[in-house]
């Protein structure tokens, strides 16, 4: 707040700037970055046009200039694992790409129109790798057959880049992740899992050299197991295999030696070097040659850059003024970054190793608020129950053209956030800033259960989904109002997907909050689990109990099941295409609370699956969110 302040008004009622049509115009979703072009100075991304219905576009950044690769009507989108990722590999002027429409994978080079490799049809292809002494792709794949209802079969398999025929190479799991083919060309390192696992509970590193007729030689398991997650697995230039694995307790960089007998870490410490698998293709660390590697690890929550020297295990930072970097590539001469901070939003930035400073090449929000309008959040940890601490960042309300009237305190949104195996940041986020302008203060609460802190922390939320997440939130309103932070009768929790039953939970169960937003969000676990795609299709046995005891859980957890319990206003958002929640379990609370004559309000999409990508969407959902909020705690001005 500041003293230069020209109107006096009550919170959650300021006038911002920051409308919904300018933080559904102006953040532009950017992923999936990497590097190539002939000399391998171009950067490549994708990014988000919410006024295309959320289509991703390939970008190329090309010497002084960015180019649009992919025009309309095509998507660069994978559907594996319904979360895709990896829908792209570059090389050198060639680019394949998988579009989202027919899941076919396409060519294209430089100057020329994509040409189809793969016919349309039922399978899936994603994470690629470009094998050019053979003259095929390795992916990725996912076959679904004609019942909607039966799991899908993934393979890693081998596309001819010539007939577009298709050679299963490594088969028998039920998930597969990052093929990685080898400098020299003569061996290929996986992932795989099973049921009931996720990727970031256990995974196997796998090994195989090729035998002459392009088929793998028997596989070796390099490392990982049921307890053991291992992601991101790199090749060094002089063909030695690096990999990340959470063994000691934390996700820290390891390597196979050379003469293959054995693994070696090269930089333990209480830092996480990777992330969940939620998607394909991430990549937090790069080689600048063969003796050093350039990486980003998370420490506290927060992102750091450094040099690792595998020789001596010498970690320097390098100085940047991001606190989240969310993905790293490595080109020759320079690093390639997505990253951002509480002042900056998340960017495409470029650092010379032979220069000082930061190049900003693509940001996703180019017209940027007043800084003095922004909420700069603080990292607070907080008792939460039962002794644990928990962690979040917390953002005041700020507008400098208004204050509140003295000795009053703001409402407060607490959000859960999704996975629920994920984790919050503190980049710059205008949805965040909406509120914020307008008076309302926003805790961002990383629970029990989130990365960034750690497996032990991490593993919290085993059999606990519903509890440890909502007590954190809880407490951390609780400890809010305990600061003065906070109005105790206007606590407000929201949350999206998973943090759709933590919001609901905490309104079933708690009597803290007095209202609600869920953005298609879990309210029946076992009807989660019967409409669950295949990635998800186990995971709460991990997250609630294994299936021999899980009925009586989930009666007890799911808010369905108690909506006699819940009586605070709520509104429900939902995509009606979403596979990952189907719609009916937002309609099912919708309906409970409607009989009970609770204030309830349903906004359903058309279009939309898990998450919203459309403008108009976007703009929908915040100002309905906002005008019910108003209204039930009758905030006017």
Same mark, same amino acid.
């Given at each position: 707040?500041?003293?230069?302040?020209?109107?006096?008004?009550?919170?959650?009622?300021?006038?911002?700037?920051?409308?919904?049509?300018?933080?559904?115009?102006?953040?532009?979703?950017?992923?999936?970055?990497?590097?190539?072009?002939?000399?391998?100075?171009?950067?490549?991304?994708?990014?988000?046009?919410?006024?295309?219905?959320?289509?991703?576009?390939?970008?190329?950044?090309?010497?002084?200039?960015?180019?649009?690769?992919?025009?309309?009507?095509?998507?660069?989108?994978?559907?594996?694992?319904?979360?895709?990722?990896?829908?792209?590999?570059?090389?050198?002027?060639?680019?394949?790409?998988?579009?989202?429409?027919?899941?076919?994978?396409?060519?294209?080079?430089?100057?020329?129109?994509?040409?189809?490799?793969?016919?349309?049809?039922?399978?899936?292809?994603?994470?690629?790798?470009?094998?050019?002494?053979?003259?095929?792709?390795?992916?990725?794949?996912?076959?679904?057959?004609?019942?909607?209802?039966?799991?899908?079969?993934?393979?890693?398999?081998?596309?001819?880049?010539?007939?577009?025929?298709?050679?299963?190479?490594?088969?028998?799991?039920?998930?597969?992740?990052?093929?990685?083919?080898?400098?020299?060309?003569?061996?290929?390192?996986?992932?795989?899992?099973?049921?009931?696992?996720?990727?970031?509970?256990?995974?196997?590193?796998?090994?195989?050299?090729?035998?002459?007729?392009?088929? !793998? /030689?028997?596989?070796?398991?390099?490392?990982? @197991?049921? $307890?053991?997650?291992?992601?991101?697995? &790199?090749?060094? *230039? =002089?063909?030695?295999?690096?990999?990340?694995?959470?063994?000691?307790?934390?996700?820290?960089?390891?390597?196979?030696?050379?003469?293959?007998?054995?693994?070696?870490?090269?930089?333990?410490?209480?830092?996480?070097?990777?992330?969940?698998?939620?998607?394909?293709?991430?990549?937090?660390?790069?080689?600048?040659?063969?003796?050093?590697?350039?990486?980003?690890?998370?420490?506290?929550?927060?992102?750091?850059?450094?040099?690792?020297?595998?020789?001596?295990?010498?970690?320097?930072?390098?100085?940047?003024?991001?606190?989240?970097?969310?993905?790293?590539?490595?080109?020759?001469?320079?690093?390639?970054?997505?990253?951002?901070?509480?002042?900056?939003?998340?960017? !495409? /930035?470029?650092?010379?190793?032979?220069?000082? @400073?930061? $190049?900003?090449?693509?940001?996703?929000? &180019?017209?940027? *608020? =007043?800084?003095?309008?922004?909420?700069?959040?603080?990292?607070?940890?907080?008792?939460?129950?039962?002794?644990?601490?928990?962690?979040?960042?917390?953002?005041?309300?700020?507008?400098?053209?208004?204050?509140?009237?003295?000795?009053?305190?703001?409402?407060?949104?607490?959000?859960?956030?999704?996975?629920?195996?994920?984790?919050?940041?503190?980049?710059?986020?205008?949805?965040?800033?909406?509120?914020?302008?307008?008076?309302?203060?926003?805790?961002?609460?990383?629970?029990?259960?989130?990365?960034?802190?750690?497996?032990?922390?991490?593993?919290?939320?085993?059999?606990?989904?519903?509890?440890?997440?909502?007590?954190?939130?809880?407490?951390?309103?609780?400890? !809010?109002?305990?600061?003065?932070?906070?109005?105790?009768?206007?606590?407000?929790?929201?949350?999206?997907?998973?943090?759709?039953?933590?919001?609901?939970?905490?309104?079933?169960?708690?009597?803290?909050?007095?209202?609600?937003?869920?953005?298609?969000?879990?309210?029946?676990?076992?009807?989660?689990?019967?409409?669950?795609?295949?990635?998800?299709?186990?995971?709460?046995?991990?997250?609630?109990?294994?299936?021999?005891?899980?009925?009586?859980?989930?009666?007890?957890?799911?808010?369905?099941?108690?909506?006699?319990?819940?009586?605070?206003?709520?509104?429900?958002?939902?995509?009606?295409?979403?596979?990952?929640?189907?719609?009916?379990?937002?309609?099912?609370?919708?309906?409970?609370?409607?009989?009970?004559?609770?204030?309830?309000?349903?906004?359903?999409?058309?279009?939309?699956?898990?998450?919203?990508?459309?403008?108009?969407?976007?703009?929908?959902?915040?100002?309905?969110?906002?005008?019910?909020?108003?209204?039930?705690?009758?905030?006017?001005?």
């Amino acid at each position: 707040m500041t003293s230069q302040a020209s109107a006096i008004a009550p919170y959650g009622t300021w006038t911002s700037t920051i409308s919904a049509e300018r933080v559904a115009a102006g953040a532009v979703p950017m992923s999936a970055l990497m590097v190539g072009g002939t000399d391998g100075s171009d950067i490549f991304w994708l990014a988000g046009r919410a006024a295309e219905a959320g289509r991703n576009t390939l970008l190329r950044h090309h010497g002084v200039t960015t180019e649009e690769l992919t025009a309309a009507p095509f998507n660069v989108r994978s559907r594996v694992h319904e979360y895709g990722g990896g829908a792209y590999t570059v090389d050198g002027e060639t680019v394949y790409f998988t579009h989202f429409k027919d899941n076919g994978v396409y060519r294209m080079r430089a100057g020329e129109a994509p040409v189809a490799v793969t016919q349309p049809g039922q399978q899936r292809f994603a994470d690629f790798a470009v094998d050019r002494a053979r003259g095929r792709l390795i992916a990725v794949r996912e076959l679904h057959g004609d019942d909607a209802h039966a799991q899908p079969g993934n393979t890693v398999c081998a596309i001819d880049l010539d007939s577009g025929a298709e050679t299963v190479l490594v088969q028998g799991a039920d998930f597969y992740s990052s093929p990685r083919l080898s400098p020299d060309g003569c061996s290929l390192a996986w992932l795989s899992w099973d049921h009931p696992r996720m990727p970031w509970q256990g995974t196997t590193l796998w090994l195989a050299d090729f035998n002459p007729d392009g088929t !793998l /030689a028997a596989p070796v398991g390099i490392a990982g @197991g049921a $307890e053991e997650s291992i992601c991101q697995p &790199e090749w060094s *230039p =002089d063909n030695l295999l690096h990999f990340v694995s959470d063994r000691s307790g934390w996700w820290n960089l390891y390597r196979l030696c050379r003469d293959r007998q054995r693994t070696e870490g090269l930089c333990p410490m209480q830092a996480e070097f990777a992330t969940p698998h939620w998607t394909f293709g991430n990549s937090m660390y790069g080689f600048r040659s063969a003796s050093e590697i350039i990486c980003t690890y998370i420490d506290h929550g927060v992102s750091r850059l450094a040099r690792l020297l595998p020789g001596s295990g010498k970690l320097e930072c390098i100085a940047n003024p991001y606190e989240e970097i969310r993905e790293l590539r490595v080109g020759p001469g320079y690093i390639a970054m997505l990253a951002g901070s509480p002042t900056i939003p998340m960017e !495409l /930035a470029r650092i010379d190793f032979t220069e000082d @400073g930061v $190049e900003i090449l693509a940001q996703s929000i &180019e017209d940027l *608020p =007043d800084e003095a309008n922004l909420s700069i959040p603080a990292s607070i940890s907080y008792a939460s129950a039962n002794g644990r601490t928990s962690h979040a960042f917390y953002y005041p309300p700020r507008n400098k053209d208004v204050q509140a009237p003295a000795g009053s305190k703001p409402p407060v949104i607490v959000i859960g956030h999704g996975g629920p195996t994920g984790m919050t940041v503190n980049t710059l986020n205008l949805k965040t800033q909406y509120w914020t302008s307008r008076g309302f203060g926003v805790l961002d609460v990383n629970y029990g259960g989130s990365t960034g802190f750690g497996r032990a922390y991490r593993d919290l939320l085993k059999g606990q989904w519903g509890i440890i997440d909502v007590e954190d939130c809880v407490e951390g309103a609780r400890a !809010l109002v305990a600061r003065g932070l906070a109005d105790g009768d206007r606590l407000i929790i929201r949350g999206s997907s998973a943090g759709g039953l933590t919001t609901l939970c905490a309104l079933t169960f708690h009597d803290v909050f007095k209202a609600g937003a869920s953005y298609y969000g879990v309210s029946d676990l076992k009807g989660l689990d019967q409409n669950s795609h295949k990635f998800e299709s186990h995971y709460n046995e991990y997250l609630i109990a294994p299936k021999a005891q899980a009925d009586a859980v989930y009666q007890q957890r799911s808010p369905i099941n108690h909506t006699d319990k819940l009586s605070r206003p709520m509104i429900f958002f939902q995509g009606l295409d979403d596979k990952v929640v189907p719609p009916q379990q937002s309609e099912m609370m919708v309906d409970a609370l409607r009989q009970r004559g609770i204030p309830v309000e349903y906004v359903a999409l058309e279009g939309e699956g898990h998450g919203f990508r459309k403008a108009e969407n976007i703009i929908r959902t915040l100002e309905a969110e906002l005008h019910f909020y108003q209204n039930i705690f009758g905030l006017k001005a």
